[in-house]
T-cell receptor
């Protein structure tokens, strides 16, 4: 049982390049999330998808787009990468996202550097 | 929105000693208070959580205590072991059902 799988694990981009981070979960979860983690700032929510077919902005959505391709997959796209987007990106999923005490399951992260 | 502060940012303890990490939050409607542990190169993992109708919860060597009046909750680790070395995050759930993560506490357990 793989849980949450993210690809790639590492990526280096030049300013202005685009790329898509892929995420897939095999737990039949309804809700999926993208976070970024910067030193000393914890994890900040970029976008989330409460259920298949819906997406909503989180705390820091600027410069990103997302697609909930199906129930399993949730991708994050950087259309024109900037150095400020250098970070570690985590995808997560949860069973429904609407209950009070719900556990998030995280992938192992993508380390992205924008030069 | 929810404002979350976590202290201390780093904590070094001798193996076998106890460690306490505190988290304060601002949203009085928050009613779910989890702690996540992140080991090097991995994503965070839930280690313990508590709901607002409970004051304390224990799971072997770890416990969480909640003071809703003062809007803070704490993680307690007793008899620390080297494998407890990691970064710990509090993440109270705000009124829109989203977790808001603290800035993290790096715990080092010295053998």
């Amino acid at each position: 049982n793989a849980g949450v799988t993210q690809t790639p694990k590492f990526q280096v981009l030049k300013t202005g390049q685009s790329m898509t981070l892929q995420c897939a979960q095999d737990m039949n979860h309804n809700s999926m999330y993208w976070y970024r983690q910067d030193p000393g700032m914890g994890l900040r929510l970029i976008y989330y998808s409460a259920s298949e077919g819906t997406t909503d902005k989180g705390e820091v959505p600027n410069g990103y787009n997302v697609s909930r391709l199906n129930k399993r997959e949730f991708s994050l796209r950087l259309e024109s990468a900037a150095p400020s987007q250098t970070s570690v990106y985590f995808c997560a999923s949860s069973e429904s996202g609407r209950t009070t005490n719900e556990k998030l399951f995280f992938g192992s992260g993508t380390q992205l550097s924008v030069l | 929105g929810e404002n979350v502060e976590q202290h201390p940012s780093t904590l070094s303890v001798q193996e076998g000693d106890s460690a306490v990490i505190k988290c304060t939050y601002s949203d009085s409607a928050s009613n779910y208070f989890p702690w996540y542990k992140q080991e090097l190169g991995k994503g965070p993992q839930l280690i313990i959580d508590i709901r607002s109708n409970v004051g304390e919860k224990k799971d072997q060597r770890i416990a969480v205590t909640l003071n809703k009046t003062a809007k803070h909750f704490s993680l307690h680790i007793t008899e620390t072991q080297p494998e407890d070395s990691a970064v710990y995050f509090c993440a109270p759930k705000d009124s829109s059902y989203k977790l808001i993560f603290g800035s993290g506490t790096r715990l080092l357990v010295r053998p």
